[in-house]
């Protein structure tokens, strides 16, 4: 089982920054394919960004593409979500997702064996 718990969201100003972490815990963190999803009021949970098990390889929604960084610090099982120049669009609850040596499919909230409980992100214009 992997334990993950996502904090940093928050109500920020359109243009403004926030940056998410999601904390694991019960597994060898190195291990797992991270993703960051989002879900609006009204809508499907759609893919924001995800970085490979080994940290060489990031992917991007193209709408967040440029304006958003998933990273990862292995050594406190640790992914973050580094969000600048928001938009009232990027309102959401965010969740941050695990699978073990996840490849290719990371888009797809299927893929994922793991969530976090969200945190929400909310953007005023």
């Known amino acids: 089982q992997v334990q993950l718990v996502e904090s940093g969201g928050g109500l920020v100003q359109a243009g403004g920054s926030l940056r998410l972490s999601c904390a694991a815990s019960g597994r060898t963190f190195s291990d797992y394919t991270m993703g960051w999803f989002r879900q609006a009021p009204g809508k499907e949970r759609e893919f924001v960004a995800a970085?490979?098990?080994?940290?060489?390889?990031?992917y991007y929604a193209d709408s967040v593409k440029g304006r958003f960084t998933i990273s990862r610090e292995n050594a406190k099982n640790t992914v973050y979500l580094q969000m600048n120049s928001l938009k009232p669009e990027d309102t959401a609850v965010y969740y941050c997702?695990?699978?073990?040596?996840?490849?290719?499919?990371?888009?797809?909230?299927?893929?994922?064996?793991?969530w976090g409980q969200g945190t929400q992100v909310t953007v005023s214009s």
């Open positions: 997702a695990a699978d073990r040596f996840l490849e290719f499919t990371f888009k797809s909230p299927d893929a994922y064996d793991y």
């Open positions: 970085i490979r098990w080994s940290g060489d390889r990031t």
